[in-house]
């Protein structure tokens, strides 16, 4: 069904929950996966003192650049244990859903997952995230990958079958049984 899928990869500790899913989606299709990282903007902040210790546009996207390629390799490298095809690229733009639309649609990608914090609508709005922009702008499908919470990962751990107890013979349980009565 799904060709080649474009995981959007950022600085953010959920991403790796959607590189996972992605990455084993991808695997169970046969599909090509596609990373990509959108750069952060640099904004100069308006102030009536001198800013020190600001880094220049150049340094900005020197470090921006090399923080994203090293989220790109960690991505890469959970690929490459799955044993599924991949490329990387990094973009920027004026607006994150637009490059991440713009991306997919070039690289011909036929879903986009990306990870979400969990946070709702509004607090998504404030801190700048890019799903609302995607739900309204792409015409390719949206796989919204949360992080599971503590609460699912008991469950997925408390979901594997117990280890099976040893049998014990009748005549030790019927022994352990008296000495008890007996003290």
């Given at each position: 069904m799904y060709r080649r899928i474009l995981i959007v990869v950022a600085p953010a500790p959920t991403t790796r929950a959607a590189v996972i899913e992605g990455v084993a989606l991808a695997k169970s299709q046969t599909a090509e996966v596609f990373f990509f990282s959108v750069l952060p903007r640099y904004v100069v902040p308006v102030a009536d003192m001198p800013l020190l210790?600001?880094?220049?546009?150049?340094?900005?996207?020197?470090?921006?650049?090399?923080?994203a390629g090293r989220h790109l390799a960690a991505a890469s490298v959970v690929a490459d244990k799955a044993g599924v095809r991949h490329r990387h690229a990094v973009g920027a733009g004026a607006d994150d859903a637009e490059c991440i639309v713009d991306a997919a649609l070039k690289h011909h990608?036929?879903?986009?997952?990306?990870?979400?914090?969990?946070?709702?609508?509004?607090m998504r709005l404030i801190s700048g995230s890019a799903i609302p922009g995607l739900i309204t702008q792409s015409p390719i499908p949206i796989l919204v990958v949360r992080q599971p919470t503590a609460a699912v990962r008991k469950k997925r751990v408390a979901a594997v079958p117990?280890?099976?107890?040893?049998v014990r013979r009748k005549a030790e349980a019927v022994t352990r049984?008296?000495?008890?009565?007996?003290?």
């Open positions: 210790g600001m880094p220049s546009p150049a340094d900005f996207q020197r470090e921006a650049t090399g923080i990608c036929d879903l986009i997952v990306i990870a979400s914090a969990g946070r709702n609508a509004v117990p280890k099976p107890r040893p049984v008296r000495r008890r009565v007996a003290t």
